[in-house]
């Protein structure tokens, strides 16, 4: 590894090609990525009550990023926020009609972007870059838990 970039160079090219890419993309129905990522998180979870908390919790962010991507989205009328009954400093996150629409749409979205970052390796490669880079992030989340 002489004269290639350290590790973090490729990791955060990627990562910033990969969300340019997808918001480029995305734009023409009017979302960004994180909000995308968001609505995939909340249709996974359709059967279950998710709470704002839970989404800072998944995706590790601060609660002011996760009100205003939730803001702008029930702005969008993708979502609709209630205040949870249970607990009223919290916010029950509740997916709208419009947003169902959007499944299939962003299920194939991302199963695209994906393939374009890989199209050039074999099967087994893939698989390999899938356990190399799980093993790096398992590494590092636990390096921050401890």
């Given at each position: 590894m002489e004269?290639?970039?350290?590790?973090?160079?490729?990791?955060?090219?990627?990562?910033d090609i990969f969300i340019?890419?997808?918001?480029?993309?995305?734009?023409?129905w009017g979302l960004t990525f994180s909000q995308m990522e968001v609505l995939i998180y909340l249709l996974k979870r359709q059967d279950t009550q998710t709470l704002q908390k839970d989404i800072e919790i998944h995706f590790n962010l601060k609660h002011p990023t996760v009100i205003g991507t939730l803001k702008r989205m029930e702005k969008k009328g993708l979502i609709k926020s209630v205040t949870n009954p249970e607990d009223r400093r919290g916010n029950i996150i509740l997916l709208t009609d419009k947003a169902f629409e959007f499944e299939k749409m962003m299920v194939k979205f991302k199963k695209n972007m994906e393939m374009k970052f890989v199209k050039d390796l074999s099967d087994g490669q893939k698989e390999q870059l899938v356990d190399l880079l799980e093993i790096v992030y398992n590494s590092v989340t636990r390096s921050e838990e401890g």
């Open positions: 004269n290639k970039k350290p590790l973090g160079f490729y990791f955060k090219k990627i990562h340019a890419d997808a918001n480029i993309q995305l734009k023409k």
